[in-house]
């Protein structure tokens, strides 16, 4: 055969499942709480699932759901509808049955896995609808049916071709700033999503990835398929606590872990952590939300392995800033990954030079196909340069250094306008979250006569600070921050809302706010 005849591609996510099973079939793939899987044995599983959804009718490019806990079936039920040729639906489990009926309508989902734990938020979810003809298979619960029926099916390979191009989930967005929308990826791009973060990551053969986040983030995903790509292992963990963290990174000498900043502040802050207990650890990843510079580090000295600091969207887009480069720039979020690019985009639409504040667009080689149904979404969330060049939208506002590092300013709808000047509350978060009083921080706007808005500090006390002088804290950061950023008032708070990824949602704070010191 001539090299002009003779083609092949890389492998997509599924396609690597059976290729580990071949090489290395006796190697662990997954460990949950209960049981453990070698690839092998995953690649059998998986292969039920799919042959499972084609024999009950689901066809290539239709929707299959998943609204379930942290579990090996979970992984199993991913990797089948993958392999199906269908496309994958994970579904936030801290919505309402509103919203997951809204989601199951919004992307025509044929099919539905759920489990005990999900039981009664998928039947309510289910009775809302309009239509009651989706298939349904229950893990756990009342009605135990997945296990019988996934042991029914054929352990061949599915007979379907999954094209580079062909649709393979549908993943919803945190929705901190409105509703959340549908992002498709492609499963090349999805596939080259993973390789990026998985190099970024410093991923290898013999990692061990833990996964405390739930499977429906983008961010689970994340430890999920980069130990998928290297052969690796993946440790599924059904909810987050940092003491079952710290115990399950010792038993398995788990090396990699991708966290949000708020579960690692609790990992160190945890009576039973010591570094001892952590030494197989070789490289975390913080994400989904700012990573302070005096959390960073303190992970640096209380972990010893390369604390990875990563700014990303579902969307497409990664940047990463790595242990060798954070000396005399902790606060940055890094350079884009390989294959990615950035611009800072004024108001008017007009690319700006470093050193000015402006909202971040982007490009990247595993770009989202579209937002679902949301063709003017997609359209917006568009910009085009003086070249005709395409970038993305992000809203968030940035600024690059003269060496080209991104520094975040803040989300760009959370941007305070007090007497004609823009205040970001990110900058006094920065500072408010060094007194060691205030264990979590966020500052947004309220109605000012004056001022049109002026900024508020909601404060989340730390365990030890029982009785908070909110005057003197107030003092406090006005004397630290700029004339302009001065706070109107502290108000103490019992927690912070938060979605998944550990993003602050600042909308449902604005909202209980609202008319606070008017």
Same mark, same amino acid.
């Given at each position: 055969?001539?090299?002009?005849?003779? *083609?092949?591609?890389?492998?997509?996510?599924?396609?690597?499942?059976?290729?580990?099973?071949?090489?290395?079939?006796?190697?662990?793939?997954?460990?949950?709480?209960?049981?453990?899987?070698?690839?092998?044995?995953? #690649?059998?599983?998986?292969?039920? !699932?799919?042959?499972?959804?084609?024999?009950?009718?689901?066809?290539?490019?239709?929707?299959?759901?998943?609204?379930?806990?942290?579990?090996?079936? $979970?992984?199993?039920?991913? $990797?089948?509808?993958?392999?199906?040729?269908? /496309?994958?639906?994970?579904?936030?489990?801290?919505?309402?049955?509103?919203?997951?009926?809204?989601?199951?309508?919004?992307?025509?989902?044929?099919?539905?896995?759920?489990?005990?734990?999900?039981?009664?938020?998928?039947?309510?979810?289910?009775?809302? *609808? *309009?239509?009651?003809?989706?298939?349904?298979?229950?893990?756990?619960?009342?009605?135990?049916?997945?296990?019988?029926?996934?042991?029914?099916?054929?352990?061949? +390979?599915?007979? !379907?071709?999954?094209?580079?191009?062909?649709? !393979?989930?549908?993943?919803?967005?945190?929705?901190?700033?409105?509703?959340?929308?549908?992002?498709?990826?492609?499963?090349?791009?999805?596939? @080259?999503?993973?390789?990026?973060?998985?190099?970024?990551?410093?991923?290898?053969?013999?990692?061990?990835?833990?996964?405390?986040?739930?499977?429906? *983030?983008?961010?689970?995903? +994340?430890?999920?398929?980069?130990?998928?790509?290297?052969?690796?292992?993946?440790?599924?963990?059904?909810?987050?606590?940092? #003491?079952?963290?710290?115990?399950?990174?010792?038993?398995?000498?788990?090396?990699?872990?991708?966290?949000?900043?708020?579960?690692?502040?609790?990992?160190?802050?945890?009576?039973?952590?010591?570094?001892?207990?952590?030494?197989?650890?070789?490289?975390? /990843?913080?994400?989904?939300?700012?990573?302070?510079?005096?959390?960073?580090?303190?992970?640096?000295?209380?972990?010893?392995?390369?604390?990875?600091?990563? $700014?990303?969207?579902?969307?497409?887009?990664?940047?990463?800033?790595?242990?060798? #480069?954070?000396?005399?720039?902790?606060?940055?979020?890094?350079?884009?990954?390989?294959?990615?690019?950035?611009?800072?985009?004024?108001?008017?639409?007009?690319?700006?030079?470093?050193?000015?504040?402006?909202?971040?667009? /982007?490009?990247?080689?595993?770009?989202?196909?579209? $937002?679902?149904?949301?063709?003017?979404?997609?359209?917006?969330?568009?910009?085009?340069?003086?070249?005709?060049?395409?970038?993305?939208?992000?809203?968030?506002?940035?600024?690059?250094?003269?060496?080209?590092?991104?520094?975040?300013?803040?989300?760009?709808?959370?941007?305070?306008?007090?007497?004609? @000047?823009?205040?970001?509350?990110?900058?006094?978060?920065?500072?408010?979250?060094?007194?060691?009083?205030?264990?979590?921080?966020?500052?947004?706007?309220?109605?000012?006569?004056?001022?049109?808005?002026?900024?508020?500090?909601?404060?989340?006390?730390?365990?030890?600070?029982?009785?908070?002088?909110?005057? +003197?804290?107030?003092?406090?950061?006005?004397?630290?921050?700029?004339?302009?950023?001065?706070?109107?008032?502290?108000?103490?708070?019992?927690?912070?809302?938060?979605?998944?990824?550990?993003?602050?949602?600042?909308?449902?704070?604005?909202?209980?706010?609202?008319?606070?010191?008017?």
């Amino acid at each position: 055969m001539s090299v002009d005849t003779f *083609s092949i591609r890389a492998p997509l996510l599924h396609e690597f499942i059976p290729l580990h099973a071949r090489w290395y079939p006796n190697k662990t793939a997954l460990i949950d709480e209960q049981q453990s899987l070698t690839w092998s044995e995953l #690649e059998v599983r998986s292969n039920q !699932v799919a042959n499972g959804l084609i024999a009950s009718g689901i066809c290539k490019g239709e929707s299959v759901a998943i609204l379930m806990s942290n579990t090996l079936e $979970y992984a199993e039920i991913l $990797y089948g509808i993958l392999k199906a040729g269908a /496309v994958a639906v994970p579904l936030n489990l801290s919505v309402n049955a509103a919203g997951i009926r809204n989601m199951l309508a919004d992307a025509a989902v044929k099919a539905l896995f759920f489990d005990g734990q999900t039981e009664p938020l998928a039947k309510a979810a289910n009775a809302e *609808s *309009s239509s009651n003809d989706m298939l349904h298979w229950q893990h756990g619960g009342s009605d135990n049916n997945y296990s019988v029926w996934r042991n029914a099916q054929s352990a061949s +390979a599915s007979p !379907v071709d999954v094209a580079e191009d062909d649709i !393979v989930n549908i993943i919803y967005s945190s929705g901190t700033t409105g509703s959340p929308k549908g992002i498709k990826h492609s499963a090349r791009r999805r596939t @080259q999503s993973m390789y990026e973060l998985g190099m970024a990551h410093r991923y290898h053969f013999g990692a061990i990835s833990i996964c405390p986040i739930g499977l429906y *983030s983008n961010i689970a995903w +994340a430890s999920l398929f980069c130990a998928l790509i290297v052969g690796g292992t993946c440790v599924i963990q059904d909810g987050f606590t940092s #003491e079952k963290w710290i115990a399950a990174v010792e038993q398995h000498g788990v090396t990699h872990t991708m966290g949000v900043p708020l579960q690692l502040q609790k990992i160190i802050d945890d009576p039973s952590f010591s570094p001892e207990r952590v030494a197989s650890m070789q490289a975390i /990843v913080s994400g989904g939300s700012p990573l302070y510079a005096g959390l960073k580090n303190r992970l640096m000295e209380a972990m010893g392995c390369a604390i990875i600091e990563l $700014y990303g969207l579902t969307e497409g887009f990664m940047t990463t800033l790595q242990p060798e #480069e954070a000396e005399g720039r902790l606060t940055s979020v890094g350079k884009p990954v390989r294959g990615h690019d950035y611009v800072i985009v004024s108001n008017d639409d007009r690319v700006l030079p470093w050193g000015e504040a402006g909202e971040i667009c /982007v490009r990247s080689v595993h770009w989202m196909v579209e $937002y679902h149904n949301k063709t003017p979404e997609t359209k917006d969330a568009m910009f085009f340069d003086e070249r005709g060049t395409q970038w993305l939208r992000t809203g968030d506002v940035g600024k690059t250094d003269e060496d080209g590092y991104l520094y975040i300013v803040d989300r760009k709808k959370d941007m305070i306008l007090s007497g004609g @000047q823009n205040i970001y509350p990110a900058d006094i978060e920065a500072i408010a979250i060094e007194h060691p009083a205030i264990s979590e921080v966020s500052v947004i706007g309220i109605s000012h006569e004056k001022w049109g808005e002026t900024p508020l500090a909601l404060v989340v006390p730390t365990a030890e600070s029982s009785d908070v002088d909110t005057n +003197a804290l107030k003092t406090w950061i006005n004397e630290r921050v700029g004339k302009r950023q001065r706070v109107y008032a502290v108000a103490l708070v019992d927690g912070l809302p938060r979605n998944p990824n550990g993003k602050v949602l600042k909308r449902n704070l604005r909202e209980q706010f609202r008319g606070y010191g008017v």
